[in-house]
């Protein structure tokens, strides 16, 4: 009866679970108990900490870390758990990029950091946001790797780099202001030339995602099982 949400997300951090997105929550919540937080009040919660957010977002940085921080204090039969609709997610059809797409649009590129990047997130299925977060030092040429941080997923991993991709990589100089590989600071930053890019190689107008969406396709048509994938 007394279980407040900051003493449950304590808990939730000392369990070793994942802590994304969760200052925001606790801010949200303050002294709230456990037992006024309804699926309702979730709900409305999500709302007011992503006003301009889609559902998915609402749903993958509010809905599921409070939902998770309240059931990881019912397995300890501290509170009744408790479930949420999520928000309704709209489906889009997306169009991947394919290695002919992206290397025309690198043959139509001005610098060699944007060629760089399509190409990159082609072979390694990084996100934009990702690969625009890599610096020289996450990159071992002679490993052929790179680090990776998985924003969506708040961990690492190491991706493999294929012999075009170092070669691009290698023609990018090295910028003493920038620390990124890719200069770019965010997807805004790169997303008009982008477009000019792709108009300039009169092809389609596709996304940066198209590209991660791409690296699965190619992978899928190559008969690697979708688990793995």
């Known amino acids: 009866a007394a279980l407040t949400f900051p003493q449950a997300a304590i808990a939730y951090r000392a369990a070793g679970k994942p802590t994304r997105f969760l200052e925001r929550i606790e801010d949200c919540w303050q002294d709230t108990l456990v037992r006024d937080i309804t699926p309702g009040a979730i709900r409305s919660a999500a709302l007011a900490l992503y006003p301009l957010a889609s559902g998915a977002t609402r749903n993958r940085q509010a809905i599921v870390p409070m939902q998770a921080i ?47 990047l ?9 996100r934009v946001s ?42 990018i100089p090295r910028s003493n202001s920038r620390r990124g590989v890719f200069w770019y600071e965010t997807r805004n ?22 590209c991660r969406h791409g690296f699965a396709t190619a992978l899928l048509q190559a008969g690697i099982d979708p688990v793995t994938v």
Request: net charge positive; glycine share 2%; aromatic share 6%.
């Open 70 to 116: 309240i059931n990881h204090a019912a397995e300890s039969e501290l509170c009744p758990r408790i479930r949420v609709k999520r928000f309704k997610i709209e489906t889009k059809s997306k169009v991947p990029a394919t290695i002919e797409w992206v290397q025309a649009f690198m043959a139509h590129c001005k610098h060699p950091h944007l060629a760089g």
């Open 118 to 126: 399509a190409l990159f997130m082609f072979l390694t299925g990084a």
């Open 130 to 171: 990702e690969a625009l977060a890599v610096e020289w030092d996450d990159i071992d040429m002679r490993e052929k790797t790179v680090l990776i941080r998985q924003t969506k997923l708040g961990n690492e991993r190491r991706a493999h780099l294929p012999q075009s991709l170092i070669v691009a990589l290698a023609n």
């Open 189 to 210: 930053h790169c997303l008009m030339v982008w477009r000019r890019t792709t108009k300039r190689a009169k092809i389609a107008p596709l996304s940066f995602h198209s």
